[in-house]
Structures are given as C-alpha cells and as structure tokens.
C-alpha cells in the first residue's frame, strides 16, 4: 500500500518513464501471445528489474519460465503472484505453482498449495495429496530404465515406433541460421530422424527428405503398421512458406503423407487443421481407424486438450470428439499413445504428479475410459517433464522422453522394460430384483452372490422387502452373479470384463417343485393378478397378456399340464347377455394362448355369467364397483 501511495504522488515526474515500461511491456505482450516465450521473458525482467510489477506482468512470466520448463525460475515468479496478488487468483495459478515446487522437490508447500487448488475447483477436498501421492507410489518401480543411444547434446524426443525402428525429433541440424531458430526457447527448430532397430552408431540416424522436413518444426509422428502411411506434426506452412494466425503467430498442424516408390509423397494438411489453432501429436488407435491427437481448437477445456477422430474407409475424416473431463484438464493434455491392449498413455501437467508433465494412462473399453486416471509412477514420471510415452506390450519394452538433470541434451529419450503391469481398479455396481419365474412375486431373503472365475465366493447379500438386492464387483475380471434361495434353482449369470458401466441384473428362480392337483385354480396357485376386459368386450387387453403369459410359462415347464378356463362376469347386465359375454371371453383367452403356441388339446373354456358370484353382489343389491370386480374373474382350472 505504501508502495503505490508513493507512486501515485510522484505520477507526474515519472510519467515519461512509465510509458518506457508500458511500451517495453507491450513489446513482451506481443511476443508472449506469439509464443515467443524466450524473448518475452528477456523483456519481463529488465521491466521487473526496473521495479515495476502487476499481477499481469507476473502471470506471463511465470508461464513463459513455466512452459520453456524452467520450473526453478517461475516457482520464484509465482511465488511473488500469489503473495502480492493472491485476491482473484485464479486456481491454475496455485496449480503451476505446485508443480514448479515439485520438480524443486519442496514438496511440503507444494502440497498445501495443492490442497488449496482442489478446494477452489471442487469446493472440497475429497481426496488429499498424500493420497494421490500413496496412488504414485503404489504404480512405481514398475519399469527399468535404460539408456538411448542415439541422444545428443541436443533435444531429442518424440519417439515413434516405424517398421522394425523408430522416428523421432531432434534439433540437432546446426546448420540453420540464427533467423531460423524458434523464439519458444531460442533453439534450432525441430526435424523428424529415422534409425533402424539393427543401427549401432549414430551415423545410421537418418534425417527424413526434404518432403517431410521443413524449415520450420517438425515432431511426433505416428505410422501404419505396414509403414506406408505417416502422419506427423508441422508448422503451419503452405507451398514452402509459413502462415501466420491473425494474431501473428504460427500453428501447429498434422499432415499425412504416403509411401510411393520408397519416398514420402502427396503430403497433406489434414481438413480438421486451422490457421487460428493447433491441432498437434498424432497417434493410431490399434485398428487404424481412429487417430488420436491434441488440440487447443474450441470446445478444448484447458490449455490443450486430447481429441479423437474417426479415419474413414476412404481415407476421409469424421468430425473430431473432445475425450471429455475425466481425461482433460484445466492445464495441458498431450501426445497420446495408444497400445495393442487399448490403453491410452499421455502426458498431463493437470491431473496429480510429480512435478511438470507426467504421464498418465487410462484404459479405453467399448470407446469410452476408465477412472480414475492412473500416473505410471517413478521411474518414468520425474520432478521433471515426462512425456512422448510409447509402449510396445508383445516385449514389454517402450520408450519416452523426459528433460531430466542426468540428461545429455535439453530433452533426452529413455528406453525401458516394463517389469510389472499396471494395474486398472474398476469397480462395477450391480443391481436388481430377484422374482418367481412363474407369479412374477418379488422374492425376499434370496441369495445373491458374486462368485469369480475358479468358482470362489468374493461377496453376497440378501434381497431386500422389495426383492432387490446391490453388490460391487471387479470389473477387471470375469463374475458369475448368482441367485438362490430355498425351494428354487439357482440361476446366474456371466459377467465379462467390462468398462465399469452399471448394471441391472433381473432374476426369475424357477420353483423346485410345484404342489398342484385336479381341480385346483392355477390362477391362485401363480398368484395371478386379476385378468381384466374392457366393458362389453372380449378381446385381450395388454395387461392380460402379462397375466396369462405366466399360465403359458407354466405349460411350457409341465408339459403334461392341461387345464380348462373359466370366466365370469358380475351381476350387472342381463343375465343372458353375461352368459355369452363371459363364453366369449373364455375363448379369447385360449385362442391367445393357442396362438402362443399351447396345443388346442390341453385347453378347454367355459362361461358361466354370473352363475357363480362369490360375494352379495346379486341382482337388486347395491354394491361398490371393487366388489362387482371380485366376481369379473378368470379361473385357471387343472384337469390333468
């Protein structure tokens, strides 16, 4: 507060130097929006240095420390953002900071700012750190890390598996001029390289033609499995030269390019591209018919986020699809991969690591992902920025890259083996009611059980006053749910592996034994509910299906079953007229049935009227309508 009452009274004398800082912070701005980050931030310090600051000055200082992965410098940045300016901080500033105090492994502070940032964007903290923290360890020491051979005091990354080899991207050809290199970080720009899985020097890494590489950047990339189609990421660039957004900078696209006479030829832009976002680090689901990439394109959640697309028969494109906020972020999400057992790895400074990007991976089942999201854990994840994650699952053997201090070069690709799978939890909640087969009636106290695939109990319960029971399974696995209870057969049903989707399991347990004989009505027996007819009708309404499909069931179970059906009427209405209303009625019924296919033979009917009321309700005596009901009945009677 003093500080700024003390500028404010000299605001008169320092005006001509104030509009220095305002056009030196300008000239910042413009190269920041352009990603020229390393220039940017040239011009952010000789600001600060000078002693001026805002909370806009701070914000993009930091990123540009923070997206250059110069994580000690902009944890000092944020640092100063959020003492100074802490009131209207918007939580993916707490978050970066976080991340930057990680990788500086002052994991103390970095927690409580952690904590602070789950409670802006959830408005509780559900899970704390050391839980997600417990997660990582639980997922680490899984792979052993080897060495590449094939690094360079340069950056290599990128790293996609090509024929029996790899293609991976380097700025290692100095042989650009000054004009040439990208303001980003100040470095050559990138090139896409070739080495074969049999190359033993560096000089068997080999630079791709001219037809691929350009001179802007080139990287990720992601081919065929018969190596005769390429797609891989570019800038912006038409007919040799490149373009320009409206805001002065330049995209990032994905072109694809095909295989002809042992050279990459007719090179395209894909349609989805655009020349005011980036569409970037292309990767083929397992049938080739999806291509995964990342993007900032509109409808994106954060800084970037990971996208799906449909390949067509034709080589066209459907339109592409957000992978939603269980897989992207407020931050960034970047170069997916995907293996022969449907898992996607990608990198992620937005979802809970150990400091910069990790990678994460998530377990694709009938199109959709698994949750939580799982980070892979150290070795691979570091304080440091993780990423290009690759994962060949017939060897267990992969590669990734990572900026790392025990690096040759600004990034480095590290192989490894993977010495224990990672492991999915899924849990799957399965509900339902368990009846009888025939009546229909809920069965209270049965059994239901989930029982695995070496025929052992994992759990049960008992179903409730309404018949219905819960139970949750491992989805990971195949289960048998299984219903019983006394005087019925079991049933069960498999469960196969599954994406985790709720479930709603209905059981109908037959009885073990049926105690019926001569003359006994089938209807009470099966506790039918009443079988109704519209007034002066006689055909079969829909909720009398229901009820006489239960007498069907129970012919079908005994076939030696024969029965006779019996309909009745009430007293109301000429005695005459209900006689032959109720003979109708008796023969609608088993013309039904007969069409459902009982044999006419162990079927008869007949109408008695109002022969045989089973209440008061006679002719002259007042009655209410559910009284007349009980005599407008059907009866199931058993012959044989």
């Given at each position: ?7 404010l ?37 000789r ?25 000690k410098?902009?944890?000092?940045i ?91 991207s ?11 290199r990208h ?9 896409l ?11 068997n ?6 037809d691929?590489n ?40 994905i ?8 050279a ?5 832009d ?23 990439f ?16 449909a390949?067509?028969?034709?080589g ?9 906020n ?10 997916p ?38 980070n892979v ?11 290009t ?37 899924c ?80 059981f109908?347990l ?88 009982i ?18 309700c ?11 009901q ?11």
């Open positions: 507060m003093t500080k700024r009452i003390f500028l009274a000299f605001v008169f004398i320092v005006t001509g130097k104030l509009c220095a800082q305002e056009r030196l912070i300008d000239k910042a701005n413009s190269k920041y929006e352009e990603y020229s980050f390393s220039p940017a931030i040239d011009i952010y310090k600001v600060l240095d000078k002693g001026y600051t805002s909370a806009d000055l701070l914000q993009k200082l930091g990123n540009s420390y923070y997206f250059n992965a110069d994580y410098e902009a944890a000092a944020y640092k100063s953002l959020v003492d100074e300016y802490s009131e209207g901080l918007v939580p993916e500033y707490y978050f970066r900071y976080a991340q930057t105090l990680k990788s500086l492994e002052e994991y103390e502070l970095s927690d409580t700012l952690m904590a602070k940032f789950i409670e802006m964007t959830s408005g509780s903290v559900e899970k704390t750190v050391a839980d997600y923290m417990e997660d990582i360890e639980k997922n680490s020491g899984r792979y052993d890390i080897e060495s590449f051979q094939y690094n360079s005091v340069y950056s290599e990354f990128a790293p996609s598996f090509y024929k029996e080899g790899l293609i991976f380097s700025d290692r050809d100095t042989g650009n001029l000054a004009k040439y303001t980003w970080n100040s470095k050559d720009f990138l090139d390289y070739k080495i074969n899985a049999d190359s033993i020097s560096q000089s890494v080999i630079k791709l033609n001219s691929i350009s001179r802007l950047h080139e990287s990720t990339s992601a081919a065929t499995k018969d190596g005769e189609t390429v797609y891989f990421t570019r800038n912006n660039i038409i007919e040799g030269k490149y373009v320009k957004d409206g805001e002065g900078f330049i995209r990032l696209k072109f694809r390019a095909v295989m002809e006479n042992g990459w030829a007719y090179v395209e894909l349609p989805f591209n655009s020349d005011s976002y980036s569409v970037a680090h292309p990767t083929l689901s397992l049938d080739e018919k999806t291509l995964f990342a993007s900032d394109m509109p409808g994106t959640i954060g800084a970037s986020d990971i996208f799906k697309v390949i067509n028969k034709d066209t494109f459907g339109a592409p699809e957000n992978l939603g269980s897989i992207n972020t407020a931050s960034r999400e970047t170069f991969f995907v293996t022969s057992e449907e898992i996607l790895y990608f990198s992620s400074d937005g979802h809970f690591g150990l400091g910069g990007l990790d990678v994460f991976a998530t377990k694709i089942l009938r199109n959709k992902f698994t949750e939580p999201i799982l854990g150290r070795p691979v994840n570091s304080k440091e920025d993780d990423f994650f690759i994962f060949n699952e017939e060897n267990r053997r992969g590669y990734f890259a990572s900026n790392r201090e025990e690096g040759m070069g600004e990034d480095d690709i590290y192989g490894f083996l993977e010495t224990k799978p990672l492991v999915f939890e849990l799957q909640q399965v509900t339902g009611t368990v009846r009888d087969k025939i009546s229909n009636q809920v069965l209270i106290g049965a059994t239901v059980m989930i029982i695995d695939e070496n025929n052992e109990e994992v759990s049960s319960t008992l179903t409730d006053s309404k018949g219905d029971y819960f139970l949750t399974l491992d989805c990971n696995k195949g289960n048998f749910v299984r219903a019983s209870t006394d005087g019925y057969v079991p049933s069960e049903e498999y469960l196969n592996q599954s994406d985790g989707k709720n479930r709603i399991m209905d109908y037959e009885r073990e034994t049926v105690t019926a004989g001569f003359g006994d009505d089938l209807a009470k027996l099966l506790q039918l509910s009443t079988i109704y007819f519209d007034l002066n009708k006689f055909d079969i309404r829909f909720d009398a299906e229901i009820e006489i499909q239960k007498v069907i069931a129970a012919m079908d179970k005994f076939p030696s079953l024969k029965i006779k059906v019996n309909s009745h009427t009430d007293s109301r209405g000429n005695a005459a007229y209900n006689l032959w209303l109720s003979q109708k009625r008796a023969q609608s019924t088993i013309d039904y049935m007969i069409s459902k296919g044999s006419p033979n162990r079927l008869d009917r007949e109408g008695y009227g109002e022969t045989k009321l089973i209440n008061e006679a002719d002259g005596i007042s009655c209410t309508n559910a009284k007349h009980l005599n407008r009945r059907s009866e199931f009677i058993i012959l044989e």
